[in-house]
């Protein structure tokens, strides 16, 4: 299943000190457009925490001592509450049970912050997206905000989305030899074919290149991100403006779409730029208008 996957990813990440700095670094006040303090004395939903609890982990350092996650399952929880000790967040500011955004075990108006973080490219339908937006609605309290990462839009993603990945993920899916090496994917890989391309180039042009400095680019960070692209078998994208209306139809305003430049210590970091800023003419060839994260605040009816 699509939450076994990622537990087993977000396994990795836990035992990954880059990767977990990567993800709970890329969130703050500014990125959220809020003021320097607004989560002291906020209660705050992650809502598919998943098994790394990175964005906990960062709202926590942005001053909420009272966040609750959920997420299906419950095997989850003992890895999150790892990663909440090894970022020195106490277990007592942390509530995690298990809870699916189709139903949040929590009552109406129960929270002032409410994060769904790449959870609804995985559910089933558009249907269950409208119902689970609902709920994430049904939950915040009013001139509360929900923050909703919500993956391409269908109908303006680039060449990557449209194209590669889907092609490569039909490869990952159908070819035996392939699906091994993504499922067992590690720097050493890497390692180890630039070692031979260093090797047969000198043996064969006299060439001696030094491709040393590639090899710590080559990550942990980065190889599970490349099983996460792969491996998830479900995948929606939207059309243009549906995420939008569904604030809208539940009385959110003052509707922002956000940008974060997330910067990277692997061989990333050389597509950030053009991964952040969308209107280069490069940028909007490979990823269309990007990956769309919005924030919004409830009309207090």
């Given at each position: 299943t699509v939450r076994e996957i990622y537990h087993k990813q977000h396994r990795r990440r836990v035992n990954d000190k880059t990767s977990m700095e990567r993800f709970i670094n890329s969130y703050s006040t500014d990125y959220f457009k809020l003021s320097k303090n607004y989560f002291k004395g906020k209660k705050v939903l992650d809502a598919g925490c998943g098994s790394t609890g990175y964005l906990i982990i960062s709202i926590h350092r942005m001053g909420s001592t009272d966040i609750h996650g959920i997420d299906l399952g419950t095997d989850f929880i003992a890895s999150t509450q790892q990663s909440l000790r090894n970022f020195k967040v106490p277990i007592n500011d942390v509530t995690l049970q298990t809870g699916n955004v189709l139903k949040i075990p929590y009552d109406d108006s129960y929270f002032d912050f409410t994060c769904c973080n790449g959870v609804l490219a995985h559910l089933h339908n558009l249907d269950e997206v409208k119902k689970a937006i609902g709920e994430l609605s049904r939950v915040t309290k009013p001139n509360g905000f929900l923050y909703i990462s919500s993956g391409s839009s269908n109908t303006t993603a680039g060449l990557l989305e449209n194209v590669i990945v889907p092609a490569t993920r039909s490869y990952y899916e159908n070819n035996v030899n392939f699906k091994k090496f993504i499922d067992e994917l590690s720097p050493k890989d890497f390692h180890q074919i630039i070692d031979f391309i260093s090797e047969k180039m000198e043996k064969h042009t006299n060439e001696k290149i030094i491709l040393e400095s590639v090899k710590p680019l080559l990550d942990v960070d980065f190889c599970v991100t490349i099983q996460d692209i792969l491996q998830t078998p479900l995948r929606l994208t939207f059309p243009e403006?549906?995420?939008?209306?569904?604030?809208?139809?539940?009385?959110?305003?003052?509707?922002?779409?956000?940008?974060?430049?997330?910067?990277?210590?692997?061989?990333?970091?050389?597509?950030?730029?053009?991964?952040?800023y969308t209107n280069n003419k490069i940028s909007k060839i490979l990823y269309g208008t990007g990956y769309h994260e919005y924030i919004a605040k409830k009309r207090n009816f």
């Open positions: 403006g549906f995420i939008l209306k569904q604030y809208q139809e539940r009385g959110f305003f003052q509707i922002k779409l956000l940008k974060k430049y997330v910067v990277r210590k692997n061989i990333r970091k050389f597509t950030a730029p053009l991964h952040y």
